[in-house]
């Protein structure tokens, strides 16, 4: 099982690599010198999602900012090298990859988490109904279909085997393989894989024709928490603060706009915003929107949502234990939903 145990590990070392090479990338173009500072700020998007930012954008809460969309991205980690490599001035993925990337000495830091797990917004491991597949040994020599490996669903799978207490040597017996989200069901139903992650849409359909049963969910595993941060340069921060603190702030009143807000209005909003960006994009999908999954008010960060994978890469052996300071990682500074319960820790 050593070549399984490699690929499971492949990604994050690609990821290291690639950090140690965007500390000394370009500097973002819209980025100003002197005392001015910039007023675009260039993101990747989701197809057929809203992001927070966008949300914030279309409420008015950018104040004279304006967002500049470049593409879509394909995955969080992706996202994120693009903002330490200077191609966009910001960008989000799972907290696990901020770290690898943090490790790898990239100039980032994270300002404000964009996501997470709570009793809507969640991700569940899924098999057939009529499964053996009960426990976590009962995964030896399965294949796990996940739409990456080395961020979130893989973390998820890894924590639920460890407290299941199985032993290095036999996680590396488990198989994850990275899957389509749209080919995950059907994978599984033709019983190409034993296990299928799926959240949102994808979760709420398969589970309505039926068929299927969760095995775990990330909410069960670990309750509501926060998994992905918005990250930005050590240079971009420094040259435009204020650009910043408008931007964090905004993402920070967004989110807690789409908490008290009605659900059919937030969907309703962002149908509006998908067909006014002419993307040639489906909305039928914002239906089954729920929750961003936030679990701290306006996204402020508390640090045990960064910490938790600081120790899991660490116990992985995929950084050196200490290798990342905890409070070098991310700042609340420019957040001004911060109290001051929340705001402790970070510079």
């Not at 098999?127 to 490996?149: A, H």
């Not at 702030?249 to 009605?262: D, F, K």
Request: proline share 4%.
């Amino acid at each position: 099982m050593a070549a399984t145990a490699s690929t499971r590990r492949q990604f994050l070392s690609l990821l290291g690599l690639s950090a140690m090479a965007v500390s000394c990338g370009p500097t973002a173009s819209g980025v100003t010198s002197g005392k001015g500072q910039t007023k675009t700020l260039r993101y990747q998007g989701w197809a057929g999602q809203v992001t927070l930012p966008e949300l914030a954008e279309d409420l008015g809460y950018l104040e004279d900012l304006r967002l500049k969309w470049v593409g879509n991205t394909i995955s969080g980690p992706q996202d994120i090298q693009s903002a330490a490599t200077g191609q966009t001035d910001f960008g989000g993925a799972f907290n696990g990859a901020v770290v690898k990337l943090a490790a790898g000495n990239a100039p980032i830091k994270a300002v404000i988490s964009y996501y997470g797990s709570d009793k809507n917004a969640y991700n569940g491991f899924y098999v057939l109904e009529d499964s053996p597949i009960r426990s976590p040994r009962d995964l030896l020599g399965k294949k796990v279909g996940m739409n990456t490996l080395g961020a979130h669903s893989e973390a998820m799978l890894d924590i639920y085997l460890q407290r299941g207490g199985l032993s290095g040597a036999e996680i590396d017996e488990v198989e994850p393989l990275v899957v389509p989200p749209v080919n995950a069901e059907q994978s599984l139903r033709q019983k190409q894989i034993e296990v299928a992650v799926l959240g949102g849409i994808l979760r709420d359909k398969a589970l309505a024709t039926g068929g299927i049963r969760p095995l775990f969910t990330d909410h069960g595993l670990l309750g509501s928490f926060s998994a992905g941060t918005y990250v930005m340069t050590d240079r971009f921060l420094k040259q435009n603060p204020d650009t910043a603190r408008v931007f964090v702030t905004a993402v920070g009143r967004a989110i807690e706009w789409s908490r008290s807000t009605p659900r059919d209005e937030v969907i309703a909003r962002m149908t509006g915003i998908v067909k006014k960006r002419s993307r040639n994009e489906d909305t039928a999908p914002l239906k089954y929107w729920r929750s961003y999954g936030v679990a701290e008010k306006a996204g402020l960060i508390t640090g045990k949502e960064l910490q938790l994978w600081i120790d899991w890469l660490a116990d992985r052996g995929d950084i050196k234990k200490g290798q990342v300071t905890l409070s070098d990682l991310y700042t609340n500074e420019f957040n001004d939903n911060k109290t001051s319960s929340a705001a402790k820790g970070g510079s």
